[in-house]
């Protein structure tokens, strides 16, 4: 019989995932209103929100090397702090420079919060580990999603401005639950060899995340490039691009959130990645066809 989950425990840490999340992509719909306000161009305010990806690609290894030097909650707590940081700096800067400087900090919160994630699954119960770690990283997704959506929207409510402060508003309070809310949470990082995470089967399973990953944020910008050629949708062009974005990433979320437990119950691991990669070919490729043969 299995030991009941302690799912409160993971809230705080739910929580600081879902406004790393919310703050990344709440970008996408914003970028034209970003481009007019710091007096900038699209490649270098796209940048802003592929710093995300390249902090995590360039810093996740490290990130959970200083999981295991320090503490997990040592990891959390850098996390919290930064994304802060880069957030209400972010709100606050003048120009594009100073900007892109905040912004790299705030990215930089993604590896950190992240690279423990195993760890906190198995402190939380080793045998649903993988239930938890995809439930995590489906929070994750979820805030991106509701960036997606809602950045649109606030922006007409709130202009750029506020927008801005209310991920960071959301961020203080993400960093002022984990303090308290993590106090149970491992001491040590209980991470992989360096060496084991270049095994075939686990370089397989980040091909298939990087193909997934890729490929959603590019058919969302692809989606805006189109619109923007079409004269009755180019002032709305990054809104639906940020609104394709969200759904791609809605679909990932529940598919992280709900497919390890059910692989995980039947023991179905091995080919829940089969499966996984599959519905990714169909996808790019229906996505690819009705992208070519666009009127």
Known sequence: MRASVSWTKL????FLLFTIGFGWFILSPLVESIITAFHSSLAPVVLLISLYGYTMVALGLLAGWLSARFTVR???FAAGILSVIGLVGRSISPDYTILFIFQTMAAVAYPMAVAPVGSISESISRERAHTIT??????????????SFSGGILLSEIKLNGTFWLTAILAIIALVVIIPGTKGYPVDYKG???RGVFKAGVVKNWYV???IASVSVMFGGIAAEVLATHSSYATTSAYYGGLLGGLTFLGSALGAI??????????????GIIITSFLAFVSVFSLSYFLSFMP
């Open 11 to 14: 809230l705080p840490y739910w």
């Open 74 to 76: 040592s990891a959390l």
């Open 134 to 147: 995809g439930i995590s990283i489906g929070v994750l997704f979820l805030g991106m999603a509701v960036g």
């Open 192 to 194: 992989r060899s360096l």
């Open 209 to 211: 995340g990087l193909v």
């Open 258 to 271: 709900i497919l390890p437990p059910l692989f995980e119950k039947y023991i179905f691991l091995k080919k």
